[in-house]
């Protein structure tokens, strides 16, 4: 399961230690949204559900970023879009090299049987992470652990600031999460 670029409300929830909408540094430049080597589609694309008790953790990894340009790209913060009931726990950026990502899971990672490529003993922490030129199906898969709380914690995406080549872009991914408190997922 790829998960690519998304739109969504403007307003953010940053990483640990991080104010709520918090982007870039203040007087850095960034570049219109979805415009840098990360790509992205700009729209929200669907929501991915997970059925969870009270309180449990979620990793979401269903967000690859691939970098376009041959110079590598650093993570500056990450942030989730509109959450509700939901904060970041930690967050790593992983090598891919199947075409499988980590996908969405209760619990912290690494889950056993975590999928063939999923590159867990590389992982860096997402913010300062470097991302080289990707190509084919080696990707970052974007692994977020996320703390719960109620009956329906959710989101609509994930924002990833970074730069490269001297350049601030704002990446805005395009599947929402929705962490339910049940026995399984409607429909």
Known sequence: MERGGRGGAP????????????????GQRVNPINTGPFGG??????????????????????NAISNKEPA???????????????????AYVVP???HV???AQTGYPPVP????????????????????????HHVMNLLLVLGTHGSRSTDKGVDV???????????RTGVGLLALVAKSCPG
């Open 11 to 26: 307003d953010a929830c940053s990483a640990p230690g991080q104010p709520a909408g918090a982007g870039p540094a203040s």
């Open 41 to 62: 589609q700009g729209e929200t694309i669907g929501t991915l559900c997970v059925p969870v008790k009270p309180g449990q953790v979620v990793a979401d990894g269903i």
């Open 72 to 90: 590598a790209a650093v993570v500056d913060r990450v942030g989730l879009v509109s959450p509700h009931g939901l904060r970041i726990l930690a």
């Open 96 to 98: 891919i090299t199947g």
């Open 101 to 103: 990502l980590y996908g």
């Open 113 to 136: 049987g975590a999928p063939q490529g999923f590159q867990w003993g590389e992982r860096q922490q997402a913010e300062g992470a470097r991302v080289p030129h990707t190509s084919g």
């Open 161 to 171: 600031w970074y730069h490269a080549s001297g350049q601030h872009y704002h990446l």
